[in-house]
Nanobody, 126 residues
Framework: QVQLVESGGGSVQAGGTLTLSCTTSGITFSTYWMAWFRQAPGKEREGVAAIYYNGNTVFYTDSVKGRFTISRDNAKSTLILQMNSLAPEDTAMYYC???????????????????WGQGTQVTVSS
């Protein structure tokens, strides 16, 4: 049974910090692209960051570059998103997603990911 479970969301003031975690089971985590997506009310799901199976390749959407850091621990099958200098526009539901490295796709296309968590809410107030 595939499970991706996000945690670490919450409410913070602008400029604050949050660390999201995604613990996984039922997938071969060490052979998966992993990514964080977010979706604000009324908006499309947006790719935030992605990381290759070995951590050697990472992608970020422009709006979070320099503020967010994606990382992974293959020994613990866990994905992390460190979020610094949070801004109100970062408010959204954040989702963990994964796909096998043998499956072609684009890092920020949600349709290319096969495994998803239920999401964790991040709210940033000004």
């Amino acid at each position: 049974q595939v499970q991706l479970v996000e945690s670490g969301g919450g409410s913070v003031q602008a400029g604050g910090t949050l660390t999201l975690s995604c613990t996984t089971s039922g997938i071969t985590f060490s052979t998966y692209w992993m990514a964080w997506f977010r979706q604000a009310p009324g908006k499309e799901r947006e790719g935030v960051a992605a990381i290759y199976y070995n951590g050697n390749t990472v992608f970020y959407t422009d709006s979070v570059k320099g503020r967010f850091t994606i990382s992974r621990d293959n020994a613990k099958s866990t994905l992390i998103l460190q979020m610094n200098s949070l801004a109100p526009e970062d408010t959204a539901m954040y989702y963990c997603a994964g796909r096998s490295i043998y499956r072609t796709g684009t890092w920020n296309n949600p349709r290319d990911y096969t495994s998803w968590g239920q999401g964790t809410q991040v709210t940033v107030s000004s």
